[in-house]
C-alpha cells in the first residue's frame, strides 16, 4: 500500500519499521519539527524524524495543520491508500482524515475507550490498572473516539515502570498495525461506558506530595519513569526520585523515619531505593546515604 506516516517521538518509530520491513510503500513522513532541547538547546530532530532519514523516506514538518491550506493540498496530492498515526502531536483536520483512500488509523496506546488522550502509559500505571495494551483506531474529528478495528493487551505488574510498557506497546503497535492493513477488520464503535482521559504531562506533575498514600506515590514513581520523573525537596535542594518501595512505618506526612530513608505518607510509608541529587549521577539510596546522611526526623519538601 502507499502510506503516509505520521508520529513524533521513539513510541512510533516501530511501527515505522514495520511497515516498511513488510514491503509497503511509505511515501512521506510527518512528525514535528525540529526543537531546542538538552542543556545545550541545540535545535534536535526528533526520533521519528531521524528514523525516516535513515530509511531515505521525505520528511514533512508542517508546524501547523489546521490553518495550513497548502499542507492540507499537499498531504492530498501523495494519493495514499492510508495514513498511519502513532503519536503525531498535531489534530489532523477533516480535510487529511478524508484524503487518503482508506482513511487515517491510529496506534493509540491504551485499551480505548480507557485513557483517551496524551498520557494514556502512565495514566494506567498511576491509576492502578492491572492491564492496558494498544488498540487500532480509525481517525475520526473527537479525540480518540473513532471505531476500533484491533486490540491486544498486556498486564501491568507491581515492578512495571512507563519506561518498560512504553517499549512493549511500541513493538505491539508495530505487530497490530501490519495485521489491521493485512486483514481489513471489521470497525467496532468504542463503547459509551468507561470513558477515560489522561491529560498531557507537565514537570509539575513528578513532584511528590507526602500527603498522598504510599501506594499511590509508588506507582507515581513508576509512572513517571522517565518523563517527567518525580522528585521532591531535601534542604531547599531538589531530590530526584527514580525507584521506590514501599515500607512499614507512620508519622507525619514528609518526615524521615530511619537512616534508611524511610518517609511517612498520608498513609503508610515509602522508601526510595534509587535517587539522584543535583549535579550527581543515579546512585542507590544507600550509596547516596554513605555520602549525605538523613538522619530520622529530617522533613521533606514537596
Known amino acids: 500500500m502507499r502510506v503516509?506516516?505520521?508520529?513524533?517521538?521513539?513510541?512510533?518509530?516501530p511501527a515505522l519499521h514495520a511497515l516498511v520491513g513488510a514491503g509497503h510503500e511509505v511515501v512521506a513522513v510527518y512528525c514535528q519539527p525540529p526543537r531546542p532541547a538538552g542543556r545545550g538547546q541545540s535545535v534536535r530532530k526528533c526520533p521519528v524524524h531521524v528514523a525516516a532519514d535513515t530509511l531515505g523516506i521525505e520528511v514533512r514538518t508542517p508546524a501547523r495543520l489546521r490553518s495550513d491550506q497548502e499542507a492540507q493540498a499537499a498531504f492530498a496530492a501523495l494519493h495514499a491508500d492510508v495514513a498511519v498515526?502513532?503519536?503525531y502531536g498535531l489534530i489532523l483536520p477533516r480535510a487529511m482524515l478524508d484524503a487518503p483512500r482508506l482513511g487515517c488509523l491510529n496506534v493509540h496506546a491504551s485499551l480505548l475507550p480507557r485513557w483517551r488522550g496524551a498520557g494514556p502509559i502512565q495514566a494506567a500505571i498511576l491509576t492502578g490498572d492491572r492491564e492496558t495494551g494498544v488498540t487500532i483506531m480509525q481517525m475520526e474529528a473527537g479525540l480518540d473516539t473513532g471505531p476500533m478495528l484491533l486490540r491486544e493487551s498486556v498486564p501491568i505488574t507491581g515492578t512495571?515502570?512507563?519506561a518498560g510498557l512504553h517499549d512493549v506497546l511500541a513493538e505491539m503497535g508495530g505487530r497490530l498495525i501490519l495485521r489491521a492493513l493485512a486483514e481489513n477488520p471489521v470497525a467496532v464503535p468504542q463503547p459509551e461506558a468507561g470513558v477515560t482521559y489522561a491529560p498531557k504531562l507537565e514537570r509539575e506533575h513528578g513532584r511528590l506530595d507526602w500527603a498522598q498514600d504510599a501506594g499511590e506515590l509508588e506507582r507515581r514513581v513508576r509512572a513517571f519513569d522517565p518523563w517527567p520523573g518525580t522528585f521532591t525537596t531535601l534542604d531547599g535542594a531538589v531530590l530526584k526520585v527514580l525507584a521506590a518501595e514501599l515500607a512499614e512505618g507512620s508519622g507525619s506526612p514528609g518526615t524521615v523515619l530511619d537512616n534508611a530513608l524511610t518517609i511517612a505518607c498520608g498513609h503508610g510509608a515509602l522508601r526510595p531505593t534509587r535517587v539522584q541529587a543535583p549535579g550527581r549521577a543515579a546512585m542507590y539510596a544507600a550509596a547516596f546515604l554513605r555520602g549525605r546522611p538523613v538522619p530520622a526526623g529530617t522533613v521533606l519538601g514537596g
Open 160 to 162: 512495571t515502570t512507563a
Open 4 to 13: 503516509i506516516f505520521m508520529g513524533t517521538p521513539d513510541f512510533a518509530v
Open 85 to 87: 498515526v502513532a503519536a
